[in-house]
């Protein structure tokens, strides 16, 4: 470990000639050494200190770290655009600190969520001073990945986000009215106010999200992944189970494995977007789950900017966290699992009784035509708790939730062996509403002996053409876990998940107060004889290569 400098600022321009600002950190040593770039919107002091260690850790393992504002964030100059300059921006800051004074002239780059995104924008410039990356949490495809799921506008951490975005660009301004407006409405979210919309002032990206309900050209020539051909990079691809971009971490991943030459590593953990721990939400995932990201990246970093053989490339590419019997899985590739059919049944008091609807390991024979029926109010929807969309995120005791008769459960009887999961799980619901469009969120839970209702994983459909009875497939987060046996496996079924995702009027999303006075009761009959859960089972010699800590 090094002894470290003083941390110094510096500045660099960008090709247009806006001036960005960075913090560097540096060994107090002799020599050349690599660079660490992080490019982030939230003032560089932070440096993502929420999820990893500080740059001066870093920077005593033998490394430069350079911390940058991006354009018109914290002191950098310019006018800041949700990632329309990263490309260009990226590059030059890449060329830039692979020249700064004791610089091997090789760069890698880390950082979670906007900072993870730098890192795939600048990778499409193709620097050749950029070696390396390690993005954490990202939306590959923007609108699938991030902005919507489903087709559902994801509003409680859009919002939130643009909140706060919009409350530093008040700050910045010297804008004392809207900074103290914004923060007011920061700790009461969600809100349907237009008022506060309309002080997210008309740059905000939250306006085109919104506007932009489909996956359009708009999206496409945002998303990294419409420019990421040729990108051949060795990554650290870095998720975790309850965060809201998981999908994006999981989607880039796949790609790289499959068109590139370089190795691709992957690890993720029990977490949410933030922090990286044993404990979220209600659970606590025990010792193991502690983040070993720092010394992974060094480890990382060290392999690829050094040139050191840290044995990182003898080791399995897959390091899974497996929720239940928490402890890390280690794969030689992600694997498909066979599926596992569980089918519905119920007496049609599944939205009443507990006993009255039933998962079953078998189709139903004669099939049930006893249809369930549900139905949403837009005066009290159904609230979200945890899960991946949930602010908090994490795991809950959902029992309350399952007791509201308009939310439809299904569960399976004890379970008489341990079930391992891991990957996607799938539910297809026949059924047929009164209104032209609804939304169906589903969420998978076990119920322990006691009756506790614990949440696992989660999916959300907003659904067109309502009228017609039709199969619809909700796609539920990826999942990684071994649920003991004596436990039981539970379905729910509602029409909302509010404010994780807007509203569904009837006839499309609320997104204000005024669009919710349009707002129309919804009723949605479930066929459950023609509805199945798909679970993705793992077998007793599936992990293959075993455990690791």
Not at 20 to 40: H, K, N, S, W
Not at 110 to 123: C, I, K, P
Request: charged share 15%; with cysteine; hydrophobic share 40%.
């Amino acid at each position: 470990m090094y002894r470290i400098l003083p941390k110094e600022t510096a500045s660099m321009y960008t090709r247009d000639g806006v001036r960005l600002d960075a913090d560097i950190y540096r060994p107090d040593a002799a020599g050349e050494f690599p660079v660490l770039l992080m490019r982030q919107p939230y003032g560089r002091a932070i440096a993502s200190t929420v999820v990893y260690a500080h740059p001066m850790w870093y920077a005593a393992h033998g490394y430069i770290v350079v911390i940058q504002d991006v354009r018109g964030r914290g002191t950098s100059q310019g006018e800041f655009q949700l990632f329309q300059h990263e490309v260009a921006d990226g590059a030059d800051s890449i060329n830039w600190a692979a020249s700064l004074p004791n610089s091997n002239g090789m760069v890698g780059m880390y950082g979670f969520s906007y900072q993870g995104m730098t890192q795939l924008y600048a990778a499409i410039a193709k620097p050749p001073a950029l070696k390396t990356i390690c993005p954490a949490m990202i939306g590959y495809d923007l609108y699938a990945d991030w902005a919507y799921e489903g087709g559902a506008f994801c509003l409680h951490t859009n919002l939130a986000w643009a909140v706060q975005l919009a409350t530093e660009t008040a700050r910045l301004r010297g804008d004392q009215a809207a900074y103290q407006a914004l923060l007011a409405a920061s700790r009461n979210l969600p809100l349907n106010s237009p008022e506060i919309l309309q002080q997210l002032a008309p740059e905000s990206f939250y306006h085109d999200w919104v506007a932009h309900s489909e996956p359009d050209d708009y999206w496409q020539e945002l998303s990294p992944k419409s420019h990421f051909a040729g990108v051949d990079l060795p990554m650290l691809h870095i998720g975790g189970w309850f965060d809201t971009y998981l999908r994006g971490t999981l989607h880039l991943y796949k790609d790289m494995v499959a068109c590139a030459a370089t190795p691709q590593h992957l690890i993720i953990g029990p977490w949410a977007h933030l922090p990286w721990g044993r404990k979220v939400g209600a659970a606590d995932f025990g010792q193991l789950a502690a983040s070993p990201i720092d010394e992974m990246q060094i480890r990382w970093f060290d392999q690829f900017l050094k040139g050191v053989d840290t044995g990182l490339l003898d080791q399995p590419p897959v390091c899974l966290f497996e929720i239940g019997s928490n402890v890390w899985q280690k794969l030689s590739s992600l694997i498909t699992p066979s599926h596992k059919y569980y089918f519905l049944s119920s007496t049609g008091l599944a939205s009443i009784r507990e006993d009255a609807g039933k998962l079953i390991s078998h189709a139903p024979y004669p099939i049930s035509h006893t249809p369930d029926v549900l139905v949403h109010d837009p005066w009290r929807p159904v609230p979200a708790v945890g899960g991946h969309a949930g602010m908090p995120a994490g795991v809950f005791e959902r029992s309350q939730i399952d007791c509201r008769s308009d939310v439809l459960t299904y569960t399976s009887a004890p379970l008489t062996a341990d079930l391992s999961l891991l990957g996607d799980v799938l539910v297809e619901i026949c059924c047929q509403s009164d209104q032209d469009s609804y939304d169906l969120c589903a969420v998978l839970s076990q119920v322990d002996p006691d009756g506790r209702v614990f949440n696992m994983t989660q999916g959300y459909l907003h659904c067109r053409d309502g009228k017609h009875s039709i199969t619809r497939k909700i796609e539920l987060q990826p999942i990684c876990i071994r649920i003991a046996k004596g436990n039981c496996l539970r379905l729910s079924l509602s029409l909302a998940c509010y404010p994780a995702y807007t509203m569904n009027s009837g006839n499309g999303a609320v997104l204000s107060s005024e669009s919710l006075m349009n707002a129309q009761i919804i009723t949605l009959t479930v066929d459950c004889g023609a509805s199945q859960v798909l679970l993705p089972v793992m077998g007793n010699g599936d992990w293959g290569l075993g455990t690791g800590e």
